[in-house]
């Protein structure tokens, strides 16, 4: 059964998944070609924390909260940035681009053993495959290991080599998370809600969910489509030398547990993900990432690729709000999934065993959360 309705709008159930599910996943800043010299820094708020992750003079990416240590004030605003040194706008504390407290007026009247081996408090970072990405809380596997059933499908992308192409993009929803994080591995609305789609792969779509990770993919038929995008997609879209035959005209989609996507395709590398804001609002952060091709051609198939998905992303808004207003229905408690719909069987049940009282079809009584507390 699909997990139950009220897990996706319940004020003291959302607390406990933001401490049992999304503190301790991983979450991507950013790539590291956009924190290429030092100083670069970039921002990611979620959880109702605030990160940064730094390139220092070392070469080293870090990770900190974006607190200072003295009265914690938030020190940087915005997504990203470049910065010599780190600065309070508050008190003017500063730190060094490896975290380090190095600066402090009136030093002389504060007890030095308070001020000794202060730092920015640090957050555990991970860079795989070029990407930065970082969580709260440790335990669980790492991102390499949650990813490794396809590493060997990832290499021919060359995704270290890869370059932003424009900026982030926030995209607020009044969903829950979860909707959106459903839909994104569901195979079984392509042929009903994604005519694109369905024009593009035909009965193609495929589903598989491993551990840690689910994949889609579809394979690109050879035969003209009715829409003009989509046609011109197919046509101006250019050989990729570094890519083998059999993915040519792939594409392929991976969610890493829990809110993480990837979007493969062969002009582009997309990700995605989906940050919890309260029980019924969500920001989806995306942005697309390519290795350097002048090609006109190549060009065109990148922005047919944008004017395509931007259709489908339109037509999973409309289905995830409809989900959400249909779950807020005293009819509706949980459904039953098919055996094919193996990522959204795979994802409630884990949710399950982090959180038991998600087995019931209506919420406990209140205060039922008191035992994650402390």
């Known amino acids: 059964m699909s997990l139950p309705a009220w897990l996706y709008s319940d004020p003291e159930y959302f607390q406990v ?12 800043v950013c790539h590291e070609s956009d924190v290429s010299g030092a100083g670069d820094w970039h921002g990611l708020d ?54 380090r407290l190095t600066g402090v007026p009136m030093r002389s009247t504060y007890d030095p053993q308070a001020l000794a081996g202060l730092t ?29 059933p396809y590493t060997h499908e990832v290499e021919p992308y060359r995704f270290p080599e890869l370059k932003a192409l424009g900026r982030v ?20 609305h392509i042929q009903v809600a994604h005519p694109g789609l369905k024009r593009l792969m035909g009965d193609g779509y495929g589903v598989e969910s491993e551990e840690w990770v689910d994949k889609m993919w579809g394979d690109l038929l050879d035969r003209r489509s009715a829409n003009i995008s989509e046609r011109a997609y197919l046509h101006f879209l250019p050989e990729v030398p570094h890519l083998p035959p059999e993915r040519q005209r792939l594409w392929t989609y991976f969610k890493l547990w829990p809110n993480v996507a990837f979007d493969i395709y062969p002009d582009q590398v997309d990700f995605m993900q989906f940050l919890p804001v309260s029980p019924t609002e969500t920001l989806i952060r995306e942005i697309s990432y390519v290795l350097p091709d002048d090609r006109r051609e190549m ?10 998905n931007r259709q489908v992303n339109a037509e999973d808004t409309d289905l995830v709000a409809r989900v959400q207003a249909g779950m807020g229905s005293s009819s509706f408690s949980v459904g039953p999934l098919s055996r094919e719909e193996v990522a959204l069987r795979r994802f409630a049940g884990r949710v399950r065993e982090l959180i038991p009282e998600t087995r019931l079809h209506q919420p406990p009584a209140p205060g039922w959360s008191a035992r994650y507390r402390g």
């Not at 920015?120 to 790492?142: A, H, K, M, V, Y």
């Not at 060009?299 to 395509?308: E, F, K």
């Open 46 to 99: 979620y959880a109702g924390e605030s990160a940064i992750v730094m390139r220092g003079q070392d070469g080293i990416v870090r990770a900190f909260h974006n607190v200072c240590r003295h009265r914690g004030a938030r020190i940087f605003d915005g997504a990203g940035g470049c910065a010599a040194r780190i600065v309070c706008p508050y008190h003017a504390w500063s730190y060094g681009q490896d975290g």
């Open 299 to 308: 060009r065109a198939a990148r922005y047919l690729n944008w004017r395509i």
């Open 169 to 188: 993009t926030l995209r607020p929803r009044d969903v829950n998370w979860k909707n959106i994080a459903d839909n994104y591995s569901d195979g079984l």
């Open 120 to 148: 920015l408090t640090p957050i555990e970072l991970e860079i795989w495959q070029g990407f930065i990405f970082i969580r709260l809380e440790g335990g669980g596997p790492s991102v390499a290991e949650m990813m490794s």
């Open 17 to 28: 998944e933001l401490a049992r599910v999304i503190r301790p996943s991983w979450q991507v």
